[in-house]
């Protein structure tokens, strides 16, 4: 059964490093990745970007990468967007034998224990976690988190097929150094973003003026 796979971010702006691991997670695991933008982003202050231009941003950046689809079903959505509501809403849809994962980077897996309701994510979905330099795994996972893991890693991109929800996969992937607080940073000093953003990403900030990013790109 083709597991569903979805890819949430606040995504203001997308960049270089989640592409990377989109595609990453799309090759390992062999199925199509849904970048959701977060409509109202859980623990975390308000983006610099309403949803609906992060979300023009993920469509730029996708455009003719196969295998990435933009998935709007945060942003329709009233309130904060917590992943719990938004998985327990797939797997009504999906049913309960369909494979469901979410898609998130290791910092996002360290602060897990502060989300809303997050010991219920793993009877809804399976975690895939990708890593990211300064957030070493094994040395930092706390111990409530490293209880709730610990019979659920697996290595194996087949368990995720096999089984509807609750094992932990660890995608291996180059690793990015690339944030979007750096970027948007980049952005207001008048800095190039030639190595972190896709040309027409980059060119839509300019144009609208995001970020405080000046009308025309850099040379
Ligand atoms: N370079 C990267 N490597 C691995 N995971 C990443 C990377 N950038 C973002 N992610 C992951 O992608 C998800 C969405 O990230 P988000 O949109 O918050 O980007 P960010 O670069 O972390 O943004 P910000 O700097 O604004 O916090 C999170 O789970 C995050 O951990
Ligand atoms: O549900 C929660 O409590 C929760 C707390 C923090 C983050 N999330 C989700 O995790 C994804 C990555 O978050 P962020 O802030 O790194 O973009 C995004 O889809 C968020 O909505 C969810």
Do not use: N
């Not at 979905?125 to 490293?146: I, K, M, N, T, Y």
């Not at 003026?209 to 025309?216: F, P, S, V």
């Amino acid at each position: 059964m083709a597991l569903h796979l979805v890819y949430g971010g606040t995504f203001d702006p997308i960049h270089f490093g989640h592409l990377a691991i989109a595609c990453a997670a799309r090759d390992a695991l062999d199925c199509t990745v849904r970048l959701m933008p977060a409509g109202d982003p859980p623990h975390r202050a308000p983006p610099g970007a309403d949803g609906a231009t992060r979300a023009a941003m993920v469509a730029l950046a996708i455009e003719g990468v196969q295998g990435l689809v933009l998935d709007h079903r945060e942003l329709e959505r009233q309130g904060r967007s917590y992943t719990v509501d938004t998985l327990a809403e797939l797997r009504d849809e999906l049913g309960p034998s369909k494979p469901l994962a979410w898609l998130v980077g290791a910092d996002s897996l360290l602060g897990l224990p502060g989300w809303h309701r997050w010991r219920d994510l793993f009877a809804l979905a399976h975690l895939v976690v990708a890593e990211r330099p300064g957030s070493a795994l094994d040395a930092q996972l706390l111990a409530g988190l490293a209880d709730a893991l610990q019979d659920r890693w697996t290595r194996q991109a087949a368990d995720l097929q096999s089984q509807p929800a609750g094992r932990v996969l660890r995608l291996h992937q180059p690793l990015s150094h690339v944030s979007a607080t750096a970027v948007r940073a980049r952005l207001a000093a008048g800095a190039s973003t030639a190595d972190c953003l896709p040309p027409r990403v980059a060119a839509f900030i300019h144009e609208k003026g995001l970020y405080g990013a000046a009308a025309r790109a850099p040379l």
